[in-house]
Every structure is written in C-alpha cells, then in structure tokens.
C-alpha cells in the first residue's frame, strides 16, 4: 500500500478528481479532492466546504482515487477550506494532515475543540504529521477552549489564533522552531507560555494584549530575539523566566505596559540591547537584575515610567560602566547595587617580571577598566 500511496506520475497539470464526502453529522455536506502538483511531488488535498451550516467534521486519513486506483492521503487542509463556517464547533484531524493552511478555520467563531490524532497504525501513514499552522488558520475562533499541537510541529504562522478570545492554555512543542508575528495576539484567556528548546523566532506582537497572560518561560536553547510588542500589554504578566543564554535582543516595546511585571533578569547573552521603550509603563517593576558584564545597549526610555523604587543590580565592580551606557540613577531610581564579589580566587602562577592584569578568574586583560577590580603583581587591586 506504502508503494501505491507515492506512485503519482510525474509533471501531471494540477486537477482536481475524485471528490469524497467526509464523515459529518446530520447529513451536511462537506467535501474534499485530491490536487497534483505539477512538478511531479505527492498529491494533497484540498476540503471544501459546500454547507456552511456543518457542526461536526472528522477528516479520514485517506481516500481512494478510483480514477488512478491508488490510496491518497489527505495531507493538507487547504486554504479557506472551511472558512466561515459558523456553526461548526468540533473537527478531528488525522496525523496524515502536515498543513492546516491560510485561512483554513477562519472565523469559525463557534469552534470549541480540535484534535489532532496520533499516527496511525498503518505503516504507509506513520511518517506524517502536523508541520505548519499556515497564517490566519484559527484567526477569530472566538469559542476555541481546546487544541492539542502535536510533537513535530515546526510553525506557527502569523496571526494563526489571533483572537481566540477563550483560548485558556496552549502546549506549545518543544519542535516549534517559528511563533509567526501576532500569533496570538488578543488571547485574553491564555494564563501561561513555556517557549522551549528549537524556538528561534518569535514574531513581532505575538503574544500582544493577552490580559490574563500571568508567566512566560524562555527554554529556547536555539539564540532568539524578542521582537517589538511581543508581550504589550500582557497587564497580568507577573513572571519572565529566561532560563539559558540565548536571548540576544530585547526589541521595541516588548514588554510594554506590563503593569504587573515586578522583576527582570536581563541576561548576559543580551549583546544587541534593549530597544526603546520596551519596558515603559512596568509601573510595578521595581527589580532589574543584568547579568551581562559589557552594559548592554539602552534604547530611548526604555525603562520610561516604571517603578520609583526600582533598583538596578549589575556584576561585581561594573557600576561606573553602566552608569556610563546610561544605566544610571535617572532611570533606576532606587539605586544601582553590584553583586557580592566572587567568594575566591584560583591561584595564578606568574613570572617574577610578569606585570600584566588579570581578571578575578585569572584571564589576562589587555586594558584595565576604572572601577574594576584585577590581579596585579600578585594582589587584588581597583583600578583608578
């Protein structure tokens, strides 16, 4: 069956043939056929929905194109496929499906359930899965409580469950590796986001406006920049987790208006900064940390009207530095305090006419810093 499932001939011009009902409730009719690329890749398929009055849809993994005499697996569900149906409320989904396109749901504003299946048992169907979430796919679905996004999942294009109003908790893979721009923005529902392993993009207002968003984690081990307005006006939003060194760039706006954010650890894989403005408005926050050693650069009010209290703290002996990159008391105005110093140093073996400088773990330094503290013929000392 695996042979005949991918014996498609070659540079066929795309058709449309064998149109199949899929199994729905109360009669309605919703109808799909399988479409030949012309450069001569598997067939896909395409649902078209000709009753916009279905309630309940259950795709199969498959069909039979008695024209060719071969099975064809229903990979895709197409563009605008059942756009507008405002009285569907559940659709189960095989694992045979790698694309849900543009559009696809759009406006199904009664849709509380999806579910997607796990592989078959069928070996000709074992190698398929969700890849792509195409742009606008769940745009609107405004009653939308549940979906399971499988393992494997790669993207998550733009706006694909923008106002999913219900929407109270979304599992996001560890295989995503693309959260497209404002995907899901004005998710109001949505309480938490674990972003994790092979994340690498994370789009401009992807998580924009959701009010009851209260903690977001980063686990992405893939480098990755927060984009303008990822997390504005998330008014809940009381904990960011960055858990490894691969957050390079905090963009513009980015955190804005997050009035119930109280503290933040900028990491010290930040080396293209912090954009404008993207801290105004954390009226709560009253805690920055900055583990970077080289002050990263600031952007034009960024940390505009936060906390009066808020105290910035920075490594051991890099107090002078940040004040100078504009890290000062204006901005931070509970003070800026330095980490404890490190609790001892290595022994460091240097020739009697040895006068170079070494950091506190025993790194030769070509040019000293004011303020800093080094090792220098064989005692610690601050360098004026």
Request: charged share 20%.
């Amino acid at each position: 069956m695996g042979n005949h499932l991918l014996n498609v001939a070659k540079g066929v011009v795309m058709i449309l043939c064998c149109l199949c009902t899929v199994h729905q409730s109360h009669g309605q009719s919703v109808k799909y056929g399988s479409q030949y690329p012309t450069d001569g890749s598997s067939p896909y398929v395409i649902v078209y929905d000709s009753d916009k009055g279905v309630t309940y849809v259950k795709i199969t993994p498959y069909f039979t194109d008695k024209q060719r005499g071969i099975l064809v697996p229903v990979t895709t569900i197409g563009p605008n496929a059942l756009r507008d149906c405002t009285k569907l409320r559940c659709i189960e989904i095989p694992s045979t499906v790698t694309t849900i396109g543009n559009l696809a749901f759009y406006n199904c504003t009664k849709l509380d359930s999806v579910y997607l299946s796990a592989p078959g048992s069928c070996e000709a169907f074992k190698s398929f899965y969700l890849e792509t979430i195409g742009a606008r796919a769940f745009l609107s679905c405004s009653n939308l409580i549940y979906i399971n996004l499988p393992v494997k999942l790669k993207n998550i294009e733009a706006n694909a469950f923008m106002n999913c109003w219900s929407l109270p908790a979304i599992d996001i893979p560890y295989t995503v590796m693309k959260i497209g721009e404002y995907a899901f923005k004005n998710c109001i529902s949505l309480m938490s986001v674990v972003l994790s392993t092979n994340l690498g993009t994370l789009g401009e207002g992807a998580f924009q406006n959701c009010k009851a968003l209260k903690s977001v984690g980063f686990y992405n081990k893939q480098f990755l920049r927060i984009r303008p307005l990822a997390f504005d006006s998330c008014k809940s939003l009381e904990e960011v987790t960055i858990a490894y060194d691969k957050v390079y760039a905090i963009d513009s706006c980015a955190f804005r208006g997050c009035t119930s954010l109280r503290k933040f650890n900028v990491p010290a894989s930040l080396t293209q900064g912090v954009g404008p403005l993207a801290f105004e408005g954390c009226t709560a926050l009253d805690s920055v940390t900055s583990l970077a050693d080289v002050p990263p650069a600031m952007g034009k009010d960024a940390f505009r009207d936060i906390s009066p209290t808020c105290v910035l703290t920075v490594p051991y002996g890099r107090t002078q530095a940040y004040r100078a990159a504009g890290w000062s008391e204006e901005v931070f105005k509970g003070g800026i305090v330095e980490m404890p110093a490190p609790a001892g140093i290595s022994t460091i073996k240097v020739k009697p006419s040895d006068t170079r400088y070494y950091d506190l773990e025993g790194r030769p330094v070509t040019r000293p810093e004011k303020g800093r503290i080094y090792i220098h013929d064989g005692r610690k000392v601050v360098e004026r």
